[in-house]
């Protein structure tokens, strides 16, 4: 009975996988952004990967055994909040000084790495000590939105790049006359450096 609930948690995982990516707006992306392939792809092989370990390896371990388990699981998440939380800050400073646009698809993937990652993992839930297949399936359930969180995670990191080599000629600068001429034709330039050099 807890086999065929973690092998249903991951086949339903595995089809809500490609509703979400649709939702958000994944497929549409993927037409100008090739690097968005990987995280639709091998999000889905590691459910599969987990489904097939589940059908052929799935047993319920004692109560001490399912319960070191979720070491693994808040090690990677954490690692991934680090990791999701520094990819912000860079995107902060790169959308906000030098693209200077509202970055709408990186935020959305963002906010549903968070949401895995914060909203399906950290909430607690206090599990009856002689209940080692709540365990076993909660497990399995945080199995899942980990690795959600982590390909949504990637993804964004797939724009963020896209954006960079589309605007890789924008220069990032404190001054305002040396931003415009980051952004000018390179004969304006130029002339610029020669009036520069003839007043000294």
Known sequence: MIITASIIIYS???????????????????RTNKLLIFPWIICPLFLIGNLLMTIFF???GSTEYEEGRFTHLTDRASIA???TASIVIVA??????????VPVHFIRFMVYTFICVLGLMAPVLWIPIESPEMFYILRHLQTVALNYGLFFCVAGI???????????????????????????PRDVVQKDERGNNEEK
């Open 81 to 83: 909040v680090q990791a």
């Open 12 to 30: 339903t995982a595995f089809l809500l996988w490609f509703v979400v990516w649709y939702g958000a707006t994944g497929y549409t992306l993927m």
């Open 158 to 184: 797939a724009i963020l790049l896209k954006d960079l080599v589309t605007h890789g000629d924008v220069a990032i600068s404190f001054d305002d006359h040396a931003a415009t001429l980051a952004n000018a």
């Open 58 to 60: 799935g047993d319920v």
């Open 92 to 101: 902060t400073i790169v959308y906000g000084m030098s693209i200077k646009r």
